[in-house]
């Protein structure tokens, strides 16, 4: 039972280029999260998903796209990456027990754009 | 607006010393909150989370935290802090959503 994975764990983008970073979950968990991190910000929701094909916008969601096609796996995509968009960026997923969406985090990517 | 305040940035204990992390929230209704850790350079580990019920919630390593409604507050304790505890904390609500509203965190530096 591996919980959440990312990839990659490191990556460096010049302005302009595209990527996409890939979460996985093995706990059959409905509801999945890409946050991002900054110094002295917190973590801030980029996109959600509350199922396979679904998803939402969260706080900060310009600049990125996501897409849910495997209940499993949960895509974020940087069309045209900024200097702006370097961070670490966080996956999680939960799953509603009681009402309280616990949520299980990865290890997180760390993006640099230059 | 749904939001969770962690008002020190910085935290500095002396290891064996009691622990106290505070964390205001703002919520319309009782909120479902949670503290995380985050080691350096690792992904976020819940250490407790609080629902209903009792106040004073147990967590995992040694953590408590009491939730009072009359001050808005969820603070994180521990009676003694050992070295192993340096780490980013996190304090959370849950929002009208299915999503955590996080606070900015609080960095614990724990010194012999």
């Known amino acids: 039972n591996a919980g959440v994975t990312q990839t990659p764990k490191f990556r460096v983008l010049k302005t302009g280029q595209s990527m996409t970073l890939l979460c996985a979950q093995d706990m059959n968990h409905e509801y999945m999260y890409w946050y991002r991190q900054d110094p002295g910000m917190g973590l801030r929701l980029i996109h959600y998903s509350v199922g396979e094909g679904t998803t939402a916008k969260g706080e900060v969601p310009d600049g990125y796209n996501v897409s849910r096609l495997k209940k499993q796996n949960f895509l974020l995509g940087l069309e045209s990456a900024a200097p702006s968009q370097t961070s670490v960026y966080f996956c999680?997923?939960?799953?509603?027990?009681?009402?309280?969406?616990?949520?299980?985090f990865g290890p997180g990517t760390r993006l640099t754009v230059t | 607006a749904q939001s969770v305040t962690q008002p020190d940035i910085h935290i500095t204990v002396s290891e064996g010393a009691s622990l106290e992390l505070r964390c205001n929230y703002s919520y319309g209704a009782t909120p479902y909150l949670f503290w995380y850790v985050q080691s350096p350079g690792q992904g976020l580990q819940l250490l407790l989370k609080?629902?209903?019920?009792?106040?004073l919630v147990q967590g995992i390593k040694g953590f408590e935290a009491e939730f009072k409604r009359s001050q808005s507050s969820f603070n994180l304790r521990k009676p003694s802090v050992h070295w192993s505890d340096a780490a980013e904390y996190f304090c959370a609500g849950q929002n009208s959503g299915y999503a955590l509203n996080f606070g900015k965190g609080t960095s614990l530096l724990v010194t012999p």
């Open positions: 609080y629902f209903s019920g009792d106040t």
């Open positions: 999680a997923s939960s799953f509603p027990l009681q009402g309280i969406y616990e949520q299980y």
